[in-house]
């Protein structure tokens, strides 16, 4: 059975960081694209970032871009996401979620993805 299990999530002032952890178990973690997705408080689940299998390649929603940084250590079957600069409008529920697909660079379409972490809470304060 996958499990994807995120950590790090937490309150911080506006301008600070955090670094997201999401640790996988189930399958080979390395032959499949992650990514990250966020669900903000009414609205709708929207992506954030992804990673290729390799990690070699990585794409990034627009509101998000220069200040975030996703990774993966595929010997530690862990995907990690860099937060800096975080703003209010960055409090959500942050998912990680693995591709269905095998050996793919990456997929800002929540469709393509089959399994999702519980989730966990990020907060910035202004």
């Known amino acids: 059975q996958v499990q994807l299990v995120e950590s790090g999530g937490g309150l911080v002032q506006a301008g600070g960081s955090l670094r997201l952890s999401c640790v996988a178990s189930g399958r080979t973690f390395s032959r499949y694209a992650m990514g990250w997705f966020r669900q903000a408080p009414g609205k709708e689940r929207v992506f954030v970032a992804a990673v290729s299998w390799s990690g070699g390649t990585t794409h990034y929603a627009d509101s998000v871009k220069g200040r975030f940084t996703i990774s993966r250590d595929n010997a530690k079957n862990t995907m990690y996401l860099q937060m800096n600069s975080l703003k209010p409008e960055d409090t959500a529920v942050y998912y990680c979620?693995?591709?269905?697909?095998?050996?793919?660079?990456?997929?800002?379409?929540?469709?393509?993805?089959?399994?999702w972490g519980q989730g966990t809470q990020v907060t910035v304060s202004s």
């Open positions: 979620a693995s591709d269905r697909r095998t050996y793919s660079y990456y997929s800002a379409d929540a469709g393509l993805y089959d399994y």
